[in-house]
């Protein structure tokens, strides 16, 4: 007699079980509330990014078009991709001496593992992350940026 | 006309079939290639083929100094990237026998724990998919987004951290960051029933993974299966509670071990660990110490000549860090003992005279990473 | 000429004299076909297009996503761009392959739940055919899909699809067993195998409620093995993807695939119809005894509505199953079949008999 | 341990107590490593490959668990284009897919092992990748 009836509660336990799942799902098809789908294109005016987002490696840049970096190339050295490349420039001061400057900071997106040494190594803070995440393009080499912007200088209290 | 081929006439009932499941199939997770012989629906044999995303970074790394290594110890495990940096990084404490601050050991015990959670729940998401139930992929990716929310906001980051560094952080958590993990174990303390209700309890998933792919004890130590996997068949192998790291030897935690060793029990145990990593993220959130987020480190880490081993707890496994430093600021040699790895040779032992159904949920239950098998 | 959108007999009749008297009796007939023809495909069509869009809403809501939102207000298009999309898609020839079996397979598919469409009642009048033996031969039609499955799979040479193939082969032969049988338990309430007949019959109360449990009981019986029949989740086995990436129709691309596509949720579509036909009253209105008013209200809904009201309540429980369940082991699927259903269902009918010989129905 | 392997070398290590020793004895010494139950290294918890220039070592990193006792075990390979040592995949299943990993990356031939087929890269792949004088101007990039 006992197979009997452990034929019909299991029947009766499956069936139990099965619809706990059922009304789970069930519960959720009711309540649109809890939709967690974030429709991107059209929510981009009120998508922001946390202000840590690590979207790209930017050079920061105040009013007067001025950065702070040096280019001593330590970023460089410790960019574990090859991702950077600082190419230095020489001007002259005033009083006559060369001087170590930057000409032109050569950043490959397309290489960039986003580890953060360079930023965190740069003894001025010259380098910041970006919240930028659209890097999406059709030529690989868009993603070859130059960071310092055109015809920018050195805040000048920066010393070495 | 047709040639007509005589062919040799075969014994039907001994032939075998072979089927290749993957590199690109839907239950891998990602690019292995098992090849499977079968007869009719049943498995008789089958041969991983690794290697479709082997980077070389065993290799790659012994390029790099120490700090570079961490990123690419994301890259193997990426689900478990916290944890595997945290690896190297106490690999590189110990041999320069630097103590890090209390308040970096909270952050990095809380952080480890989460990204243990926020691998399980990718798992469970997958082992369900694995099963035919598609509801659960999306309720799974869904508590874990609120993770990934967290871990944005404080390190700028959804997966690939690369947050640790020898000595201590890259930089603070946010201010948000320990209301936020209030909120979320709050969160997923309730979610957390609907995956028992959906996936656990359902008499369709007990039938298909009780009593299938069964691991004895003795062949789980063998193999070197470690983990969930390997508790589930009773081998105590919980680094955590082995050999101590962080704050592991200071919070109250259970190792649960299985008795069973197979598939369900390996469920059950992922089950279990992610409400006991909120009960240990529970113990550490509010007693977070204030203090520095980094020890005094070089500027250039070089470790002393010599061999250093670091093992940690992985969400999958044992993951071991083997270095052999010559002095200089890079490593001679390293080598990663990936939990992944161990745990997939044993495939071939549990899932012989099983059907493909079952193969499918015995490899979800593994749970492998594919880039930490080639790494 | 009194047309009502309640009843399409006299529509009907008034069309057959009026073909009759300018064309003759056979060009009458002609004509009468091709009109069918040509207003089943366009229903089938439709029923087929909207059955995905629903499907990928419903599955949506259940998994906290909103499902498709872009071509269309509510994505409402979306399925039309899809089928668009696979008219266009290449048909890719595969080495090796039983090329006339490969493309009769689909055709095979499709023209099955064709067929089966046709006995089915929409509302009084509206139906292609009205059989005596309806169901026998809903039954009997809808099952001859297998043979498409099982071709597509063998002729794909593909290790998947023969998989697959083999699977859904065996799993129609046990299934179809308890669709009979849990048909011939509401047959033996009825009393007749016409369709129009059951229908008619359940005018003062459906079946489902007149036959106490048995009728209940068949119900789910006939819910759970008709979701088997017609490949669905939890019992998908035969395309399991994660298992056998796309099963029997892995090899199958543009329009043909599209063909399996549609077939599957024309199977829905025709077996949730019997449901709703043979359990649930057809396209008879809802009335509850003694509330005359009630009833009144009910009655001012067209039949139409009422009949697909209900087969979209069916199929919405077919889509329930599939997005909750995981998929069944190919032993437990035959063991849920030759162990649980088959005995229950043969003790129903026996039950049910015992109810009708003894007149307890209402 | 000294008893059964006479030869053996101890090397100063702070972490674990590590013992180099021929590779004709290693079998052996691992057959009694996991079946004595003093010492009961059942565990086999890291097998890695060093090239040292000279030599190439192999490294077994073994742990009871039941006595929670650990220990390395290591064995110098001097032939660099014949070099084999004995599998231990007979007595630490999970030495199959490792030894593998070693024959593939660094080249050294493991006797008795069952299926010793280069595991991450193709058959036909000149070389052995981890090994210091491997060279390859397409893939390596020196900075």
């Known amino acids: 007699m006992k197979p009997f009836f452990k034929y019909f509660t299991d029947i009766f336990h499956a069936v139990t079980s099965l619809l706990t799942g059922m009304k789970v799902t069930g519960r959720y098809f009711f309540s649109p509330g809890e939709i967690v789908t974030q429709q991107y294109p059209e929510n981009r005016d009120t998508l922001k990014m946390f202000d840590r987002f690590k979207g790209e490696v930017i050079m920061v840049h105040n009013a007067q078009n001025q950065h702070r970096c040096t280019g001593c190339g330590i970023c460089e050295t410790n960019c574990p991709n090859g991702s950077i490349e600082v190419i230095q420039d020489k001007t002259e001061t005033p009083d006559g001496k060369k001087k170590r400057i930057l000409g032109k900071y050569v950043y490959h997106l397309g290489m960039c593992t986003f580890c953060g040494l360079c930023i965190k190594s740069c003894p001025s803070n010259a380098l910041a992350w970006g919240q930028e995440f659209e890097h999406a393009v059709f030529d690989r080499s868009k993603l070859t940026k130059i960071l310092n912007q055109p015809g920018s200088s050195i805040i000048k209290d920066i010393i070495e | ?375 | 000429m009194n047309f009502s959108i309640y009843d399409f007999t006299s529509f009907n009749q008034w069309t057959d004299t009026f073909l009759r008297e300018h064309l003759g009796p056979f060009w009458a007939v002609a004509v009468e076909m091709v009109i069918i023809g040509l207003a089943i495909l366009l229903f089938y069509a439709l029923v087929g297009l909207f059955l995905v869009y629903a499907e990928r809403k419903v599955c949506a809501f259940m998994q906290n996503r909103v499902g498709p939102n872009r071509v269309g207000p509510y994505g409402f298009f979306q399925t039309i761009a899809d089928f668009i999309k696979l008219m266009l898609k290449e048909l890719i020839t595969i080495k090796n392959a039983d090329q006339f079996l490969f493309n009769l397979a689909p055709f095979i598919v499709i023209i099955a739940s064709f067929m089966a469409i046709a006995a089915i009642p929409f509302a009084k009048g509206l139906h292609a055919i009205d059989f005596d033996i309806g169901v026998l031969y809903v039954i009997a039609v809808s099952s001859l899909g297998v043979v498409g499955i099982l071709l597509a799979g063998w002729s794909s040479n593909n290790k998947y699809s023969l998989i697959g193939a083999m699977r859904s082969g065996a799993q129609i032969v046990s299934y179809e067993l308890s669709v009979g049988l849990s048909l011939l338990t509401i047959i033996i309430l009825a009393g007749t195998m016409q369709f129009s007949a059951i229908v008619e019959g359940q005018a003062n109360g459906w079946f489902i409620f007149k036959g106490h449990i048995p009728a209940f009981l068949a119900f789910v019986l006939f819910l759970i093995s008709s979701t088997a029949e017609t490949n669905r989740g939890p019992f998908d086995l035969a395309e399991a993807e994660s298992e056998l990436t796309a099963g029997f129709h892995t090899e199958y691309s543009g329009i043909k695939f599209a063909f399996f596509f549609l077939a599957e949720y024309m199977n829905m579509f025709i077996v949730a119809s019997i449901a709703a036909t043979v359990f649930l009253g057809g396209w008879m209105p809802f009335h509850v005894g003694g509330w005359a008013g009630f009833n009144h209200i009910m009655d001012f809904i067209p039949p139409f509505l009422w009949y697909i009201g209900k087969t979209f309540f069916v199929i919405w429980i077919m889509m329930w199953f599939k997005w909750t369940f995981p998929r069944l082991r190919i032993d437990q699927l035959l063991t849920l079949e030759w162990k649980y259903l088959l005995p229950i269902n043969l003790v129903n009918i026996l039950l049910m008999a015992f109810i009708v010989l003894m007149g307890w129905h209402f | 341990m000294l008893e059964l392997v006479p030869d053996a070398e101890f090397q100063e290590n702070k972490q674990f107590l590590t013992c180099i020793i021929p590779p004709a004895k290693l079998h052996a010494l691992a057959v009694r490593l996991a079946g004595d139950a003093d010492l009961a290294f059942d565990f086999l918890f890291c097998l890695s490959g060093v090239d040292m220039i000279q030599y190439i070592e192999v490294v077994y990193h073994l742990e009871s668990t039941a006595h929670r006792h650990q220990a390395v075990l290591k064995v110098r390979v001097f032939d660099r284009d014949h070099g084999a040592v004995d599998t231990v995949c007979d007595i630490w299943r999970t030495a199959e897919f490792h030894e593998r990993e070693i024959y593939d990356l660094l080249g050294i031939r493991f006797t008795n092992h069952p299926d010793l087929r280069r595991i991450f890269l193709e058959e036909e792949w000149i070389g052995h990748p981890l090994r210091k004088d491997y060279a390859d101007e397409i893939n390596i990039v020196e900075r």
């Open chain 2, 1 to 375: 006309m047709k040639e007509v081929v005589n062919l040799p006439v075969k014994n039907i009932e001994e032939e075998e079939y072979h089927i290749n499941m993957g590199p690109q199939h839907p239950s891998t997770h990602g690019v292995l290639r098992l090849v499977v012989s079968l007869q009719g629906e049943i498995v008789k044999s089958l041969k991983p083929h690794c290697g479709y995303i082997h980077r070389g970074i065993e290799k790659m790394c012994e390029k790099d100094t120490y700090p570079q290594i961490i990123h690419l110890t994301d890259r193997m495990d990426y689900l478990s990237a916290h944890i595997n940096n945290h690896a190297v990084c106490l690999l590189v404490e110990k041999a320069l026998e630097v103590d890090v601050p209390e308040r970096v050991k909270y952050i990095r015990t809380i952080i480890d724990e989460l990204n243990r959670i926020a691998s399980h729940q990718l798992w469970w998401c997958s082992f369900g998919m694995d099963m035919g139930g598609l509801t659960c992929f999306f309720y799974g990716l869904r508590d874990r987004e609120k993770i990934l929310d967290i871990f944005e906001e404080s390190f700028g980051s959804r997966l690939l951290h690369s947050y640790y560094t020898p000595g201590g952080l890259m930089m603070d958590i946010h201010p948000n960051f320990q209301k936020g993990v209030k909120a979320f174990i709050h969160y997923f303390r309730k979610k957390i029933k609907d995956y028992d209700d959906i996936l656990t309890g359902n008499i369709i998933m007990q039938e298909r993974t009780k009593g299938i792919g069964v691991l004895s004890r003795e062949d789980a130590i063998s193999y070197g299966v470690t983990g969930p996997s390997g508790r589930a068949s009773g081998f105590s192998c919980d680094v955590r509670k082995r050999h101590p790291y962080a704050l592991y030897d200071k919070v109250d935690f259970n190792e649960i071990l299985g008795t069973e060793g197979d598939t369900f029990t390996r469920y059950m145990m992922r089950m279990y660990e992610m409400r006991e990593s909120m009960n240990i993220i529970e113990q550490l959130i509010d007693n977070i110490p204030p203090g520095d987020t980094s020890a005094k480190m070089k500027a250039v880490i070089k470790l002393p000549a010599g061999e250093y081993y670091q093992r940690v707890e992985a969400a999958r496994g044992e993951l071991g860090v083997y270095v052999v430093s010559d002095g200089n600021k890079t490593p001679y040699r390293v080598k990663f003992r990936s939990p992944n790895f161990s745990n997939l040779s044993a495939l071939d032992h549990i899932s012989r005279g099983v059907k493909i159904a079952d193969l499918v949920a015995i490899g979800g239950s593994l749970d492998y990473v594919i880039p930490d098998i080639d790494r």
